[in-house]
């Protein structure tokens, strides 16, 4: 089964509106990363927050890590039609080439 | 970043038939390349694990006879779909692996859309 679980399923915004999406998961893990995927395409890696750090930011994108509570949050400000995709939170568990686990993603919808 | 690329990126095929998807690290040298698969509307699925020059590790329910993968180098897997059947299609997604900084990255293909008739 899937480790993360991300909330909600799908979220419809007017431009220009703040977009936030949050993620589960339930084991311990070194490092969590927000990925956006087009429909029908491969992903883009987003940004990747570690373990030990609780807030970071990358242009519009501001994503905050609760190892306590186990969740993560990616907020995107201001957003924009072209900012129209699946957004999918992934862990990996510790250091070496492991895989990483998906979560079920959040459909994000901006309209123009 | 690494650039990933795969190969077909969509093919149609009769039930029964084979198909081989590749994918390749193209500007770095990968020793563990990940397969997963997606169907629509859904996450990704861990298939398997990619090592060069040793066996494929699979994900439990997984069949290794169906899905044959090989890393016969460090810049090349191939996804091998046997006997491929109408439940087979789906969306098929490689990753290259590196580390940096005690990071694992992970690089992806544009993905390779299957649909067996």
């Known amino acids: 089964s899937q480790q993360g679980e991300e909330d909600p399923q799908a979220l419809s915004i007017q431009e220009g509106e703040n977009a936030t999406m949050n993620c589960s998961y339930k084991?311990?893990?070194?490092?969590l990363q927000w990925y956006r995927q087009n429909s029908g395409r491969g992903l883009v890696h987003l940004i990747l927050?570690?373990?030990?750090?609780r807030e970071k930011h990358s242009g519009r994108l501001r994503v905050t890590l609760d190892t306590s509570k186990k969740s993560s949050s990616l907020l995107i400000t201001a957003s924009r039609a072209a900012d129209t995709a699946s957004y999918f939170c992934?862990?990996?568990?510790?250091?070496?080439?492991?895989?990483?686990?998906f979560g079920s993603g959040t459909r994000l919808q901006v309209q123009p | 970043g690494a650039v990933v690329s795969q190969h077909p990126s969509r093919v149609i095929c009769k039930s029964g038939t084979s198909v081989k998807i590749e994918c390749r690290s193209l500007?770095?040298?990968?020793?563990?390349m990940f397969w997963y698969r997606q169907f629509p509307k859904k996450s990704l699925m861990l298939m398997a694990t990619?090592?060069?020059?040793?066996?494929?590790?699979?994900e439990q329910g997984v069949e290794k006879d169906k899905f044959l993968i090989n890393h016969a180098s460090l810049t090349l897997s191939t996804l091998t779909v046997t006997s491929a059947h109408p439940e087979d299609s789906s969306f098929y997604i490689c990753?290259?692996?590196?580390?940096?900084?005690?990071?694992?990255?992970?690089?992806f293909g544009p993905g390779t859309r299957l649909t067996v008739l």
């Open positions: 990753s290259a692996s590196t580390i940096a900084g005690g990071i694992v990255e992970q690089f």
């Open positions: 084991t311990s893990i070194n490092n």
């Open positions: 927050i570690r373990s030990n750090e």
């Open positions: 992934a862990t990996a568990k510790g250091t070496g080439r492991r895989a990483l686990t």
């Open positions: 500007d770095f040298q990968a020793t563990t």
């Open positions: 990619s090592n060069e020059g040793s066996k494929a590790t699979y």
